[in-house]
């Protein structure tokens, strides 16, 4: 039994940070890359940042530079650090993992960022 559970969403001025949270269970997570994606209204889901197993780390253009992915593996836990949010990045964003072809993924939390 695979489960991601996200955290930390809220409101937040432009400008401003927050840091969301996803932690899994029922895996050995210290060996799955760990990704997180993001789904705006009337939208499709998409990649913003992803980190491997070893630490190597990728971001979407339309946050590189603003947003940090990091993990705790002794928590079983994936961050993504949110730092000079703008409107565009509200949406619901959900932690994936691929677990031998087969996705799972966490119940989304919500972001959104006031003008």
């Known amino acids: 039994q695979v489960q991601l559970v996200e955290s930390g969403g809220g409101l937040v001025q432009a400008g401003g940070s927050l840091r969301l949270s996803c932690a899994a269970s029922?895996?050995?997570?210290?060996?799955?890359?760990m990704e997180w994606y993001r789904q705006a209204p009337g939208k499709q889901r998409d990649l913003v940042a992803l980190?491997?197993?070893?630490?190597?780390?990728n971001y979407a253009d339309s946050v590189k530079g603003r947003f940090a992915i990091s993990r705790d593996n002794a928590k079983s836990t994936v961050y993504l650090q949110m730092n000079s949010l703008k409107p565009e990045d509200t949406a619901v964003y959900y932690c994936f993992v691929n677990v031998r072809g087969t996705g799972y993924w966490g119940q989304g939390t919500q972001v959104t960022v006031s003008s």
């Open positions: 029922g895996i050995i997570f210290s060996i799955f890359d």
């Open positions: 980190i491997r197993a070893i630490g190597i780390t």
